[in-house]
Structure formats: C-alpha cells, structure tokens
C-alpha cells in the first residue's frame, strides 16, 4: 500500500510602496522559511508556503525601514505593505548650506589637487580657483577672497582645524598675491561663505577649514617645471606613518624677460617655499599629524622716484592629535604657530625702512560626542595668543593680547527630515565677553533636494595697527549673518540658490584721529550656481568625451561707514554684480577648459571704475601616464582691465594683460603625475 501525504498551500499575496511610489524588487518572505519573493515593477509580490497558523512576514528594501506583520496565515492575501524611508543618522547628514566642499565625493562639490592646479586661471593657486565661486569678489589689484561684500581679512584659513595669521605670500602694492598652500597638501576644502558653525571664530565673513592628507601607503616622488616656478616633492611610507616634504622656487625673471610689462622691477619677484609633514597612526583610532612650511619671498619696484625693496619671511607650524576615547568619544588638541617677518627699504620716503612682526600661537582642544543617531554633541576651548611689533618712522609700538575662547555644538534629528545644528560661542578679549549664538535649521526630504535656514553671529578683532593706535581700546566687530539656502542635485546636474544678508556692528572707524569702534554696514544680495556634466557621445552611442559647464552669479548690495569714510557708501573693492561662466571638455588624453569673467564697476571717491571683463582657455595633455603638460592663457582678448582708482585718480592696472602660464609635472616613482607633492 502507498501512502501519499498532501500538505495544504496557502498563498500570500499584496503589493508594497512608500505611499507615493511602489517599490520594485522588494524582498517579502516569511520568517524563518525560505518562503518568499521580490517584488515585480509594479510592486506586486505572489508566493506560496506550507506555513499554517500563526506566522511572521517580513519585507526589506535598501533605505527603508524593515516592514513586519505578524497574524494567522489566512490574513495574508492583498496586503498593502507601507514601507518607510529609513532615517539617516546624524553622522550621515551633510549640511551644505553655505559650503562649497572639495575632495569629498559625498559632499556638494568635488574638486580635487589637480581641478585645482588646471582651474581656468589658478595657474595652481587654491585662492585663484576658488573665486570661480558665487559669493566671491573680484578684487585684481591683490588677488585675495573677498566674500559677499566682506574685507579680505574678514575671510580666515584653518589647517587641520588650526589658524593660519597670514595665508598668503607677499607683493608690492597693487600686485594679485597667491595662497600659500600647494593645493597637493589637502585631501579636502570646505569654503564656508557664511553661517559655520561654533567650532570657528575671529571670521566676520567665511571660514577655509582645509584638511591635509592621511598617512601615505606608498613611496611618491616627482617634478614639475613651469616658466615661473620650480617645484620637487615627494613621500617616504613607512609602516604605519609617512614623511613628506616640498620644495618650490617661484622667478618672475625669465618670464619678466620674455614678455613686456609695465612695472619697473629692479628685482624680480621671488619666493623660495619649502614644506615638510610627518603623519603617524598609533592604531585606528589614534592620529597624530604635523606640519610646517617656510615662505622667504623678496621683490624691488622702482617708483615715485624710489627703489622700494620688499622682504618678508613667513614661518607656520601646527601639530594636532585626534584619538577615540570609547563611549562615541573623540577627543582633538592642536598646537599652531605662526611668525611673519615683513622689511621694506624705501617703503614710503628714500631711505626709511619698515619692519614689521607678527606671530600668533594657537592652542586648541575640543570633544566630540555622538549620543545616538539623532544627537551629536561637541564643544571646545581655544587661546589666541599674538603679538605684534612695529618699528616704522613715525610709527612705531608693540602690542600683546589673547583672546580665549569657548564653544558648544548640538546637532539633532528632530524627525526623519529636518535636522537642527545649535551652536554657541563666547569670546573674552581683555576682561569683555561676547557671547555667539548660531543656529541651522535644515529639511531633506530626499537625496537630490535640500532646504536650509541659517542663522548667527560672528566676530573679529581690529587690525594690528588700528588696535595699537587706538591703545588697545578698540572692541570686537560683529557681524550677523542670515542665509536661505536651497540645493538641488541630481546625477548630472548641481543647483543652489542663496539669499543672504549681514548687519556689521562695531567696525573700526577714524573720528576726529582717534579710532573708535562706531563703524557699520550691511550687505544683502543672492549668489547663484548651477553645475551641468553631460557625456558626448557619437552617433553609434560610443562615448566621445565629456562637458562640464558651470554659471556663477552673485548680486551684491553693500554700505559701510568705517576705516576714514567720511560718509557711509558701498566699499571700494565691492562690485554689485559677478558672473562667471565655465566650460570644460575631455576627450581622449585631452582637456580643453574655457572661461569667461564678468564683475560690475567698483565705486571711488573720484568715479567709477570701467567693468571688468576676461576670457580664459587652458589645454591639459596627458603626455604618458607620468607626464601630464599643462598650458593657460589668459584675458586672450587682451583687455586692459582697470581694478581701481588711486588717491589721485589715476587708474591701477595689472602689469600686463594678458598672462601666459606652460607647466609639465612628472611623477619619478608612482604610475601617475601630480603625485610630485602630494602629500
């Protein structure tokens, strides 16, 4: 006799979605069994099992929430199963309000070590590619950030978290400056134009936190060779740290005498850089990081009838430690110095010389805490300790402050989608407080859309020479800032749109030949940026190369009464409209860039300076896998751009118009170039 056993089926059946959508190839199973099925495009699942009785039903479906029912067998047919979107923990949430960041790919923009070196007219300056950004001014005369109708000064550089006094090398009046960092040193950028948080301070206008590489894996050695400038680097690995050094020789001489310029030189511009880190992991948790680099940089200019001979010699060093100290905990200390020697012969007279020092150590230390996934908690304490001497006929004093500083930071999930950052910070300048609150708050309903509302208050101690004449009886400046921000991403394509408006308090001011703190101002205005990337592609659907193109404009509104205005009127160095357009096309071993800069006239007691206008092209060639040769021209029109009016009205150009730039960098040991100095 055979015996046949038949085991009922039963099925269960529904369709899953996130209540807008339905969700295809979500996994629906029973649990414990391998009973189950994926969901088709529809959100449609159908599946059998032998299971009776009570059971579990299970659904998952990357970024959401596991979905769990549990009810008796015959309660599952034409289920509608509502999955939601998982929430992203506070340490996965990147606010970008206000920040552009680069070499992060999961940030809002990404630009690496050689994007900058080849952005249109950089010519390897981390200052010169980032005025390719809304929000900033250009400023031709010294070639420094000005950001949203802010001072240069009000802009200030972090390394590693730690303060840099003077981030750019020196010229003569009237002469574009360059950063002095290889952009090569930095495994990220985050250019803030307003709105950081507690953590960075003596800023009215943006904060440029950069941090430099991790220990290297590799040995890297290479070259580069330019018409101006003459670089070697490279890194020694060891087991668990690297050392790396940098040499650098910038000549304006042989390209002073190749191409005619208007400036009498007698000496022409040098500088001889030289850079050097150790970076040790004591374990994964446990990083200890130094740097230090050494500028000299000398020039002389014949003119007003005097041989002006410039000398200054700039020193940084910082050494940090960051170490996870259990419970969610890490725990940072930092120690920075800078030093600036600054002599000028026939500075203002024949025969006067003018000698400058300034230095500043900066101590810091903070604790990082993340709670859970919705909260993260940091807070910190830092001393600005700075002196300043100045030995100049009729001028001469010596002054001695410190600033001490204190900050707390809450991030927070309050739901799913909205994220608010708290901040606080206070400052003791002599025996006077000031206290900073700050505040974002920030809605992500997906990944492609971000709105965020950013509000607070920042400040900045005067400048050397005001503070000293003013017998350190000046107080701290404010300013408050308030931004709405509104970022759009897509796989090719980047928006953002940003109003903004900031009210200065306190600004140093001249009355009557005594400096006081009664100056003010305003700036308002919006900054755009759109950022499109789109294959080219034959007719058969090959690739044939790639297009990137980027529009940058910002409108600006600014007044300020301080400094010896005698009325209150919009800053000599504000321009109320900037654009600038990019476009960059890679096809095979080339990449041709082409740039076209826009910026309003700027407004002088004695008129109104002419708009600036120049159009930029670069070519990269990828000469072999080590060897890449880059070449840039420009304001290939040959416009004579006028930047600004002197006291007498006359007009200050660049000392020529046009500027051509031709580099080769070759890699000595890895298997690909611009590894020359990458830290």
């Known amino acids: 006799m055979a015996i046949c056993q038949v085991t009922a089926q039963s099925i269960i059946s529904g369709t ?10 979500a996994n629906v199973f029973v649990l414990g069994t391998i009973d189950g099925s994926l969901t088709d495009s529809l959100g449609r699942f159908s599946f059998t099992t032998s299971q009776t009785g009570e059971v579990t039903l299970k659904a998952t479906f990357i970024g959401y929430d596991d979905f769990m029912l549990t009810a008796d067998i015959r ?14 923990s506070i340490e996965e949430v990147v606010v970008t309000a206000s920040t552009f960041s680069f070499g992060k790919s999961d940030n809002f923009k990404t630009m690496n070590a050689l994007d900058v070196v080849m952005a249109g007219n950089s010519c390897g300056d981390i200052v010169a590619a980032l005025q390719t950004l809304p929000g900033t001014q250009m400023v031709g005369e010294n070639g420094k950030l000005y950001v949203r109708g802010g001072e240069s000064e009000e802009c200030q550089t972090f390394v590693n978290g730690m303060h840099v006094l003077v981030p750019y090398s020196t010229n003569t009046e009237n002469s574009a400056v360059r950063g002095r960092f290889s952009p090569f040193l930095f495994k990220g950028i985050n250019f803030s134009l307003g709105g950081y948080s507690g953590e960075y301070g003596q800023a009215l206008s943006s904060v440029l936190p950069m941090e430099t590489t991790d220990a290297a894996t590799s040995d890297k050695y290479g070259v580069s060779a330019s018409l101006v400038d003459w670089n070697i680097g490279g890194t020694k690995a060891f087991s668990n740290s690297s050392l790396s050094f940098n040499a650098a ?3 304006m001489g042989l390209y002073d005498r190749l191409f005619t310029q208007r400036r009498d030189f007698t000496r022409p511009y040098r500088k001889l850089s030289g850079e050097a880190q150790y970076k040790k992991e004591f374990n994964a948790s446990s990083v200890l990081k130094s740097y230090v680099g050494y500028d000299l940089t000398s020039v002389g200019l014949h003119t007003d009838g005097r041989n002006l001979s410039l000398k200054e010699h700039n020193i940084y060093a910082n050494v940090t430690h960051r170490a996870t100290i259990g419970h969610g905990c890490t725990f940072f200390t930092g120690i920075a ?41 940091s807070m910190g304490i830092e001393d600005y300790i700075r002196n300043s001497r100045l030995r100049f006929a009729p001028y001469r004093y010596d002054l001695d402050y410190n600033l001490l500083a204190a900050h707390a930071d809450a991030q927070w999930r309050v739901v799913p989608r909205v994220f608010l950052n708290m901040s606080a910070r206070a400052e003791m300048m002599k025996t006077d407080w000031l206290l900073m609150p700050r505040a974002t708050l920030s809605y992500i309903p997906n990944k492609h859309l971000q709105w965020s509302l950013v509000a607070g208050r920042y400040s900045q101690t005067a400048a050397d020479d005001e503070l000293a004449q003013s017998q350190n009886s000046l107080t701290q400046a404010t300013a408050d800032h308030a931004v709405l921000s509104m970022q759009y991403q897509s796989k090719a394509t980047l928006l953002r749109i940003e109003p903004y408006w900031k009210k200065y308090h306190h600004l140093p001011l001249m009355e ?60 000599d160095y504000a321009s109320r409209h900037n654009l600038r357009l990019t476009a960059k096309y890679a096809v095979g071993k080339f990449v041709f ?5 826009y910026a309003s006239g700027r407004c002088f007691p004695v008129g109104k300076t002419p708009h600036y206008n120049s159009v930029d092209m670069n070519l990269t060639y990828l000469l072999s896998p080590k060897v890449i040769v880059y070449t840039s021209l420009n304001n290939i029109m ?14 200050i150009t660049a000392s020529r118009d046009r500027f051509f730039y031709i580099g080769i960098f070759v890699s000595l040991k890895n298997n690909k170039a611009y590894d020359i100095s990458n830290f």
């Open 337 to 377: 110095n800078s030093s600036v020697f600054n002599d000028i012969d026939n500075a203002q007279t024949g025969g006067d010389h003018y000698h400058n020092f300034r230095n500043e150590v900066h101590l810091k230390a903070e604790v990082r805490k993340v709670c859970s996934d919705v909260l993260k908690l």
């Open 512 to 571: 009557n030949g005594i400096w006081q703190s009664h100056g003010y101002g305003i700036s308002r205005g919006i900054d755009v940026f759109l950022d499109l990337s789109f294959p080219i592609k034959r007719g058969n659907g090959v690739s044939k190369g790639a297009l990137t193109t980027t529009l940058s404009y910002s409108f600006n509104d600014s007044k300020r009464l301080y400094l010896d205005y005698a009325e209150e009127r919009t800053p």
């Open 16 to 25: 899953v979605s996130d209540g807008k959508e339905p969700l295809a190839g």
């Open 249 to 251: 020789l910038t000549s």
């Open 593 to 597: 860039g082409l740039a076209e800069s």
């Open 638 to 651: 040959g416009r004579t751009n006028i930047f600004r009016y002197d006291a007498n009205g006359s007009p």
């Open 75 to 88: 309660q599952l047919s034409n289920l509608s199963v509502l999955m939601k979107e998982q929430a992203a």
